[in-house]
């Protein structure tokens, strides 16, 4: 029987997170745009994956429903609590200082603290705003459509069919479609498990469960529990629903002899801690699972085809950072999809730098979360895990380096502000690394007050940054796998290191920067600061310290926006 086609400029397999981001930015930058996104199911449907990170915040608000999210009123998230590394003993990882959150009256509106806080969102509900905004947009949303079947012409997309047998053709095709990739397979794109960790996750929805820390006005952290044969993750979705999962390596699955309802209801059991929070609380009664699911694709994209999402690869959950680096990804494709069709003479150039900061973040965030597990073992052996890591990567380093590396290489060239798409701030960073290795870790700049720019091995690339709508070529510095954009703060600190080495007067720059509104972005000063750090964790430039000048004490950038300095010999004061 012949069914009717359906012709549209861009056809998106997929209305999770990265379809509808996708869908939602390519309208807002170019209404004009027909945006088809096919989605099998009907939503609103359940999702796990519900734990994010302060980085998708100004995504939403740059799609435009950011209020809606938050009227929704998911619980807001701070930070995590951990039980890991070292320790027994439970221990906090924030975001933001709780206390500014408990000032916080919600519905709120994306600025000051809000910019620094995330949700913990229940995806039937995130998910469907998110589509029915990409709707409103201007996006044709097809649901239970399912694309069965993708004809190709060599490494061309000729046409999309659905399961009902409707064509759609279009100018280029999107796999937004989650780690079924039904894209990828049809374009016969392998993939390759990128860490050796071979874990399960199994998962279900409590209902009454208690809040596992209610900081000020709704103001949550997740709760991460390593036990003896895994770890166990408790989310607060909202006022009485909690998603609680388990994940452990495959071979402790398979020795137990348990089903993984058995298994997840005793990891529970050896939880005092979630079964405290659980008392009276009923499980939907569904435990869900999946496994092996760290893996890039080898390739993003084809001539008229790109993979976005979780299609592309996905990380082990540990950080939870797979809706950021979604997210992300999304908004990029979306600014390139829409370059693309002006058909710039860089196109191949364009497509290949998109593949290249995706996948560069997902095996980012395998390693990290490698170097993760690691740390459950003791300091010494996971350094020289850490060693093995960057080795594999082709990186030949001395444990020390192939920590600091690991831990906070490459967060620092993904755009004009401060470092975005990652963990944390450097600092914050820090905090963690030491609660998990039981050592102290400062500021760097808190130790050198001699700064230069160390471009040894450095290149001077152009690469796409992604401002307000637009494809900007930018120069970067790029050395090996770390890139440095020269504009924003880090352009700012270039030019200033060029021209200074002594740390006060550097400040001095910084501080006449920010007050002049920082090129318009209104930057704190720790932000900047922040930049600086990374510059220097990741060798653009290098510092020493010479015994006549004053060192900074930058502890309390964290409540004010004070530099202080403490002269040898001397209280400290404020400059
Ligand atoms: C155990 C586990 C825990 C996680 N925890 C977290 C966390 O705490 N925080 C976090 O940020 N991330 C987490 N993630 C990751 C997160 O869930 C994903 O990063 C995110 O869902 C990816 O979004 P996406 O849009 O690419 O894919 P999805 O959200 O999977 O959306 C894909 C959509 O495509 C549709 N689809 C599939 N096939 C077809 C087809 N043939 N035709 C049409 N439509 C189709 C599906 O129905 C679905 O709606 C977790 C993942 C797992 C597995």
Not at 117 to 145: K, W
Not at 213 to 240: C, D, H, K, N
Not at 345 to 370: G, M, N, P, V
Not at 448 to 465: G, H
Request: aromatic residues 8%; negative net charge.
């Amino acid at each position: 029987m012949q069914h009717a086609g359906i012709e549209t400029d861009v056809a998106i397999i997929g209305g999770g997170p990265g379809g509808s981001t996708l869908a939602s930015l390519i309208l807002k930058y170019a209404p004009h745009r027909r945006v088809l996104v096919l989605e099998k199911e009907k939503f609103p449907r359940d999702h796990v994956g519900e734990s994010q990170l302060p980085a998708v915040a100004g995504i939403i608000h740059e799609m435009g429903c950011w209020d809606q999210i938050e009227d929704a009123g998911f619980p807001l998230k701070v930070g995590a609590t951990y039980r890991w590394g070292t320790t027994e003993e439970l221990w906090d990882f924030d975001f933001i200082d709780p206390r500014e959150v408990e000032r916080i009256d919600r519905p709120g509106r994306y600025e000051g603290p809000r910019r620094f806080t995330a949700f913990q969102a229940d995806r039937a509900r995130y998910d469907d705003i998110l589509l029915r905004h990409a709707e409103a947009l201007g996006a044709a949303v097809m649901e239970e459509s399912q694309v069965v079947k993708i004809h190709r012409d060599g490494d061309r997309v000729e046409s999309l069919e659905l399961r009902d047998g409707r064509i759609v053709t279009a100018s280029y095709y999107i796999d937004a479609s989650g780690h079924i990739g039904v894209l990828r397979r049809g374009m016969g794109v392998k993939t390759k498990a990128e860490s050796s960790l071979r874990n399960i996750a199994m998962w279900d929805y409590w209902e009454n469960a208690d809040w596992a820390a209610e900081i000020g006005v709704g103001g949550t952290r997740v709760q991460v529990m390593s036990q003896s044969g895994g770890w166990m993750w408790f989310i607060p979705l909202g006022p009485t629903r909690a998603s609680i999962g388990f994940v452990c390596p495959v071979d402790h699955y398979k020795t137990s002899g348990l089903s993984a309802d058995a298994l997840y209801r005793q990891a529970i059991a050896n939880d005092a801690h979630i079964s405290s929070l659980i008392e009276h609380a009923t499980p939907r009664g569904t435990t869900r699972t999946t496994t092996d699911w760290s893996f890039t694709s080898e390739r993003l994209y084809g001539d008229n085809w790109f993979l976005v999402g979780e299609a592309a690869g996905f990380a082990d959950p540990i950080l939870a950072a797979g809706l950021t680096i979604t997210h992300a990804g999304a908004r990029e494709l979306a600014y390139i999809l829409n370059d693309l069709f002006d058909e710039p003479r860089d196109a191949e150039w364009l497509k290949a730098s998109y593949a290249d900061t995706q996948l560069r973040r997902i095996r980012q965030h395998i390693r990290f979360a490698d170097f993760w597990y690691a740390a459950k073992g003791r300091f010494e052996d996971l350094k020289e895990h850490c060693v093995r890591i960057a080795g594999a990567s082709g990186v030949r380093m001395t444990p020390e380096a192939a920590w600091r590396w690991l831990a906070q290489g490459g967060f620092a060239h993904d755009g004009p502000g401060p470092p975005t798409t990652k963990t944390d701030a450097p600092p914050s960073l820090k905090q963690v690394l030491g609660k998990l290795a039981a050592t102290k870790r400062e500021w760097a700049l808190e130790t050198l007050n001699v700064l230069t720019l160390n471009l040894d091995d450095v290149d001077r690339e152009v690469l796409p940054v992604f401002v307000e709508g637009k494809v900007v070529r930018e120069a970067h510095w790029v050395r090996g796998q770390d890139r440095l954009i020269l504009t924003g703060h880090y352009g700012m600190l270039s030019e200033v290191l060029a021209e200074e080495s002594d740390l006060s007067k550097i400040v001095e720059r910084i501080k006449r920067y920010c007050a002049d509104g920082g090129g318009g972005r209104q930057p704190s000063l720790r932000q900047v600061m922040e930049s600086l750090e990374a510059m220097l964790n990741e060798r653009w430039v290098v510092g020493s310290y010479d015994t006549n000048k004053p060192c900074l004490a930058l502890g309390r950038l964290e409540h004010d926006d004070q530099v202080h300095w403490n002269e040898a010999g001397a209280s400290t004061h404020t400059v």
